[in-house]
C-alpha cells in the first residue's frame, strides 16, 4: 500500500537497471507484492511495468524469474494489464522460457502461459509460438509443479480447435494419457480434462483407441472411489470411444 501511495512504482522501475542481483531481486518482490491486489496492478500496469517485466525476465538470474514471471500473470488479471501482456510478447516470452533447464522457471513459465490463455488472443499467440509441442515434450520430466503447470496449459489451449489439431503431430494425447497411472489426483483429472478436450479430433481419438491402455486406464478411475476423478474419467471415455 506505501508503494502504491507514494507513487513509488515508476522509481523502483528505473532500479531495474542496478548490477546488484540483491537489489533487483528486492525491487521485482516488492513489484510482484503489489500486482496481489487489483489496486496494486492497476498502479503497476499504469506505471508500465508489464513492459519492462516481459523485456527484463528472459535475461534475468534463474532465481528472479519466477517471481517476474508470477507478476506478469497477475498483471493480467485486469482488462488493462492483459492488453499489455498481449501488446508486449509476454506470451511468447513465456513459451520460450519454457526450454529453460530450470525447472521453477520452466514450471512459472507454463503457469503464467496458462493465466494468459484464459484470453482467446493468448491462444492464438501461443499456438503460432508452438507451444503444444513444447508442453507435450516438457510432460516426461519428473517434477509434480512442473506437470501441473504444463497440463494446465494444455487444458486451455486444446480448448481451441487449432489447439486439438496441433496436438496430433507430437502424439500429445498418447503422452497425457501415459500420466493416467500417477498417483497425483489433481495431475489425473487435468490430464482427463485434457482428453476429454482432444479426443474430438478424429487423428487423435484413432491414436487413444488404437494405444489400448488410454482406454484401461481411464476405465480404472472412473471406478476409483474419488467422485470428482469418476466424473471426468466418463467424459473422457465418452469422448475416446465416440463413434459418427
Not at 43 to 65: I, P
Not at 122 to 147: F, N, P, Y
Not at 203 to 222: F, H, T, W, Y
Not at 231 to 236: D, G, N, R, T
Amino acid at each position: 500500500v506505501a508503494i502504491i501511495e507514494s507513487n513509488a512504482v515508476p522509481l523502483m522501475l528505473a532500479g531495474l537497471t542496478d548490477p546488484s542481483v540483491e537489489v533487483r531481486g528486492c525491487i521485482f518482490e516488492g513489484l510482484e507484492h503489489c500486482t496481489r491486489t487489483a489496486e496494486g496492478v492497476n498502479a503497476v500496469v499504469a506505471a508500465g511495468a508489464v513492459k519492462a517485466f516481459v523485456t527484463n525476465v528472459t535475461g534475468e538470474s534463474d532465481a528472479l524469474k519466477p517471481t517476474v514471471l508470477k507478476a506478469i500473470s497477475q498483471c493480467a488479471k485486469t482488462a488493462d494489464g492483459l492488453v499489455h501482456c498481449l501488446e508486449t510478447g509476454a506470451v511468447d516470452t513465456c513459451v520460450s522460457l519454457l526450454a529453460s533447464e530450470a525447472e521453477s522457471v520452466a514450471s512459472q513459465a507454463a503457469a503464467t502461459l496458462c493465466f494468459l490463455c484464459f484470453s482467446e488472443d493468448a491462444k492464438k499467440q501461443a499456438l503460432e509460438a508452438g507451444a503444444i509441442a513444447v508442453l507435450v515434450g516438457l510432460l516426461s520430466i519428473h517434477h509434480r509443479a512442473l506437470r501441473l503447470a504444463v497440463t494446465s496449459a494444455l487444458m486451455a489451449i486444446t480448448s481451441t480447435d487449432e489447439g486439438k489439431l496441433q496436438m496430433q503431430p507430437c502424439e500429445g494425447g498418447l503422452a497425457v494419457a501415459n500420466l493416467l497411472h500417477e498417483k497425483d489426483s489433481v495431475l489425473k483429472l487435468n490430464c482427463l480434462k485434457v482428453l476429454a478436450n482432444i479426443a474430438v479430433n478424429p487423428a487423435i481419438r484413432a491414436q487413444l483407441v488404437a494405444d489400448g491402455e488410454c482406454c484401461a486406464a481411464i476405465e480404472r478411475i472412473s471406478s476409483c472411489g474419488d467422485a470428482r476423478l469418476e466424473k471426468h474419467a466418463k467424459f473422457a471415455l465418452d469422448a475416446v470411444r465416440w463413434r459418427p
